[in-house]
């Protein structure tokens, strides 16, 4: 009776402790891997590519295993900042660039001066009403939510500071961004007169209101006149990490990975204690760097995997060994500063891992159907684990239904305000079903309404409907590696590793704590206390890392002749997500109700949302005409005259040439096209090389003028 009477106290006096440490409002730290694929952590089951600090916050904490995520870079972190669905605030595309202002793209998310297609500054986000609340905030790493004027940058946007880039990926080593990429895996063309032409590291031709994909072997043009398309594309490359909005190169040569986790440590380190502190820690890993070099890791992180014998993916497990050290780093960061404590920790993915394609960076969500930028759940079923002592449920794993737009109302109430402040938003506030393991208040998720890729995909409970697809149905598979022939899992490694040694430190403290607080108020000896540890806080042991890993792993059986095919893009599907969650089996006419429910309250969003515009790109944004750097070109207008302006200066001049030659050349390669009485030919080629058609006025004046077509592109 007495011990029992015991382990209620220490129970409560737990309890207690967690309420009185929260009354401070607790830190706040958000992890952001970039398309680390689902079966890359290898806490979800894969041995190939271990994650010990990843595993070790993730078993002591709460394994989210049905997190989503919109499955683009972009429309993620809108979904984050802005706890809205990307159809609610126009950003369910990838960000473009454009090198002509002639260039018809998708959307272009505050590129332009066309501001109400942007994440426009009136959105309030994520670090603004944390400020208000007296946060410290600061971002590091990735932006990717425009930056045509500074307005649009981290530091206008809420955050006290940001070291990092402003686009959507770099050299990990020189920090340049290349934007325009080569390649003949696809082409998308079309032979209405009326459409333009985007270079995306595929060729695309959009028109009015969605385009066409054909693969390479399909299109009509000879390989001779492939190549000289190709080789009218000029890549924008510049300059682009800063500190605040100055640029930075002292740091040129250093792995990206280890700067942003140096930067986020020297942040902590540095931080008034008197001041809750939120650290939006947004890393490049595991995306590709640039095209010419995609695939980029120290020597020495790469030798640790020769098991792995495709040495794309040994050079990407390399990328996610690194970036599993930055949050063992950050964590033991935050303990030596005396600020585990009260923290929050949310490590997470943007998307799932784009195994092939453009940016591939050989990620694998296995055994997930699908990849980035796509409906399936290989795109927005996302990697997610949340640790922090205020947490009253830990070391398990969730199947609550999750979303990213949840995150802010989550993290807002965790820090005891008032979520009405935050207004109309999609997201829903988890943090008591988080904390207490109660159902989720979440039963329904909106994974996008793309009226321009012409798809739209949600899930309600167990069920998912699916509307069209991506990328003409390309990436509609299951794809990457299983890792289930690699080497075994070492739970000890878990236990070893940084994260693991610094948690278990913490927990022991928090246990001596409640002992010692325990012998004062039941006045007891030490040998009639329970030491039995059953109490809020708990060891991780490698029996539990066992039993969390076998629960978090999906496992599915390879589609069988039995499986009921499903073609999105001719008819809607429906799965049962929960029991079949590599989506294959097609339930769509043996439950016509449910399809047809879920189809009209699709409709019923449709209404609501906010379509990307088809909007023209901006010529100034070439990094060429300000110093090979990518800046805020907009704050420039003024300056602004002709293609000339800026005024040269060295590096400019060559540019200049160059316009003019590609103006000679495509004016030769027509005459040859028409001599050769190759009208057709030359018809696709004038799209291909002109970025729009000269208009009848133009013609009247006689002022026709040719226009490069370079195009940038981050999904």
């Known amino acids: 009776m007495v011990s029992g009477l015991a382990v209620l106290i220490v129970w409560s006096f737990g309890l207690n402790l967690v309420s009185s440490t929260s009354s401070k409002k607790p830190n706040i730290v958000i992890i952001l891997a970039d398309d680390l694929g689902w079966n890359d952590v290898s806490f979800h089951g894969s041995n190939q590519i271990p994650t010990p600090n990843i595993d070790a916050l993730a078993y002591n904490g709460i394994i989210l295993n049905s997190h989503y995520v919109p499955a683009l870079c972009t429309p993620s972190r809108s979904a984050l900042m802005t706890g809205k669905y990307p159809t609610h605030t126009a950003m369910t595309e990838g960000i473009r660039l454009t090198g002509n202002g002639k260039v018809v793209t ?3 998310a505050g590129y332009t001066k066309c501001d109400f297609t942007s994440l426009i500054p009136t959105v309030k ?22 930056f045509f004027r500074k307005e649009y940058t981290p530091t206008y946007r809420g955050f006290d500071s940001h070291y990092g880039y402003w686009n959507g990926y770099q050299d990990y080593y020189d920090h340049s961004m290349l934007a325009t990429h080569k390649s003949d895996e696809f082409y998308h063309v079309t032979t209405d007169a009326s459409s333009y032409v985007l270079v995306e590291g595929i060729l695309k031709a959009f028109y009015s209101t969605n385009f066409e994909c054909y693969c390479l072997s399909t299109i009509d043009l000879s390989s001779s006149l492939k190549s000289t398309v190709l080789s009218q594309l000029v890549p924008y490359k510049g300059y682009d990490m ?3 909005l100055d640029l930075d190169y002292s740091n040129q040569g250093r792995y990206s990975t280890d700067l942003f986790t140096d930067e986020a440590v020297r942040l902590i380190q540095t931080h008034d204690s008197r001041r809750p502190m939120f650290l939006y820690l947004s890393h490049l890993a595991p995306h590709a760097g640039n095209e010419d070099d995609p695939f980029q890791a120290p020597d020495e992180e790469v030798a640790k995997f020769p098991h792995i014998d495709d040495p794309e993916r040994r050079v990407y497990a390399a990328m996610v060994s690194r970036l599993d050290q930055s949050v063992g780093e950050v964590v033991t960061a935050l303990r030596t500063k005396g600020m585990l404590d009260n923290s929050i920790i949310v490590f997470m993915s943007d998307n799932g891992a784009p195994t092939f394609g453009v940016h591939s960076n050989r990620g694998s969500n296995w055994p997930l159907r699908g990849m980035k930028e796509s409906p399936w759940e290989g795109g927005v079923r996302g990697v997610a684990a949340v640790w922090s002592p205020l947490l009253a449920k830990t070391q398990r794993v969730s199947n609550q239904m999750m979303h990213m737009s949840d995150w802010l109302p989550t993290l ?23 904390s207490e393991g109660t159902p989720s208040a979440r039963t329904e998720i909106v994974h996008n309404i793309d009226e321009i890729e012409d798809y739209d995909t949600i899930r309600r409970g167990d069920w998912k409907y699916i509307r069209g697809s991506t990328q003409s149905g390309q990436v509609d598979g299951w794809y990457g590696e299983s890792g289930i022939d690699s080497p075994s899992y070492n739970a000890d490694r878990v236990l070893s590793s940084r994260t693991g040694i610094t948690l278990a430190g913490m927990i022991t403290k928090l246990q001596i704590k409640e002992k010692e607080s ?27 890392i066992r039993s969390l890993r076998q629960q978090a792993e999906v496992r599915c059986d390879l589609p069988t002749n039995g499986s009921v095919p499903c073609n999105p893009r001719s008819h809607a599907c429906l799965f049962n997500i929960r029991e079949d969650p590599c989506e294959t089996t097609n339930l769509a006419s043996q439950r016509p109700a449910v399809l047809n429910s879920l189809k009209d309250t699709l409709e019923r969003y449709r209404g609501t949302t906010v379509r990307p515009l088809n909007v023209p790109g901006e010529a100034r944004a070439n990094p060429a005409l300000w110093n090979d750097t990518w800046v805020s070109w907009g704050d420039e207008e003024d300056e602004w005259e002709s293609w000339t302006a800026p005024r040269p200066s060295r590096g400019r001049i060559p540019l200049l040439l160059s316009l003019v030659g590609l103006l000679l050349a495509a004016v030769t390669v027509n005459l040859l096209l028409a001599s050769n009485n190759s009208r057709q030919y030359g018809t696709v080629l004038q799209q291909l090389i002109f970025s729009g058609k000269i208009t009848s006025s133009q013609q009247d004046k006689g002022s026709s003028k040719a226009e490069k077509v370079a195009n940038t592109t981050e999904q």
């Open 242 to 244: 800063r500190r605040d």
């Open 106 to 108: 998708r959307i272009l």
């Open 125 to 146: 986000l994520m670090p603004e009403f944390l400020k208000e609340a007296g946060y410290s905030t600061h971002a590091v790493g990735k932006w990717h939510l425009g």
């Open 412 to 434: 807002y109430s965790a820090a005891g305000l008032d979520t009405s402040r935050l207004g109309q938003i999609d997201g829903i506030d988890m943090w008591k079903s988080l």
């Open 518 to 544: 325990s012998r004062r108020t039941t006045q007891e000896n030490e040998s009639s206390f329970s030491d039995s540890g059953k109490g809020p806080w708990q060891l991780l042991t490698s029996s539990t």
